[in-house]
């Protein structure tokens, strides 16, 4: 049985304690714009915690995603709130909102250095689209990243698609959703139905805050 350490103050979390010394936690780490969350990315998270036994996932938002060619996203604080609503009923998932508080380019090395120095018995899973492997020659530091101890690359997989990789990545099949928070802003723009792409919750929020209508 796992014990807790409860804090004096009742306001503190309750924080699960390791059993022995030798024990490790398992983070999934999902990074992304999330302009907006979707259920794909609730879907791809979901899947990886399960296939590899994370004890939990956290949605990282970006404040400035390294890629020059994205278009500004909406405030940060916006996302954020959308993310929240779309992971209440989920207890494996969180939120890492380091790259928020850093602000500027959100380049994952300084991120993950910075969390595998805070949380030395954390081991550390970053979520990456099948796709983007291709791309992880041109990242920032890629060759220290993937040199930072505890921190490996998830890949996730269609089934049956390859697995090559200039990188140790680990594998992960996951049925495919081919839709993106692009298409979603599109169909918002369009005045299209945008449910079941995205929670509930999210699409009222959406709504109510009148996001994404040009
Ligand atoms: N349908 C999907 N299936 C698998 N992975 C996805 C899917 N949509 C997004 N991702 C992955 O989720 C992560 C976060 O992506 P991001 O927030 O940029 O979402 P996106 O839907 O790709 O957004 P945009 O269309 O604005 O570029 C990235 O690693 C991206 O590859
Ligand atoms: O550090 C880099 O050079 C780098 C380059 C491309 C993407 N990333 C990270 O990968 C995650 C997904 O990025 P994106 O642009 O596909 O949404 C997000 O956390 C980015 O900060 C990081």
Not at 97 to 117: A, C, I, N
Not at 137 to 156: A, N, Q
Request: with cysteine; net charge neutral; aromatic share 10%.
């Amino acid at each position: 049985m796992q014990r807790c350490r409860v804090f004096a103050n009742p306001q503190t979390r309750v924080q699960p304690e390791p059993v022995t010394t030798s024990h490790r936690y398992r983070v999934g780490i999902y990074g992304g714009t999330f302009n907006p969350i979707h259920n794909a990315h609730l879907l791809v998270a979901d899947q990886v915690g399960h296939s590899l036994s994370l004890d939990r996932v956290d949605f990282m938002p970006d404040a400035t995603p390294p890629h020059v060619d994205k278009k500004t996203a909406i405030a940060a604080d916006l996302r954020l709130a959308m993310i929240r609503l779309a992971i209440h009923d989920n207890p494996m998932f969180g939120i890492e909102e380091s790259e928020l508080y850093r602000g500027g380019v959100s380049y994952t090395y300084d991120t993950m250095k910075q969390l595998v120095e805070q949380h030395p018995t954390t081991d550390y899973y970053f979520i990456i689209g099948g796709d983007m492997v291709d791309y992880l020659p041109k990242w920032h530091r890629i060759d220290d990243l993937v040199r930072l101890p505890r921190f490996h690359f998830v890949g996730v997989r269609r089934p049956g698609a390859k697995n090559e990789s200039a990188y140790p990545v680990i594998w992960v099949d996951v049925p495919p959703t081919s839709f993106s928070s692009t298409d979603i802003r599109r169909r918002i723009a369009q005045g299209l139905s945008i449910r079941y792409m995205v929670p509930d919750a999210v699409a009222a929020f959406i709504k109510e805050h009148h996001l994404y209508h040009e």
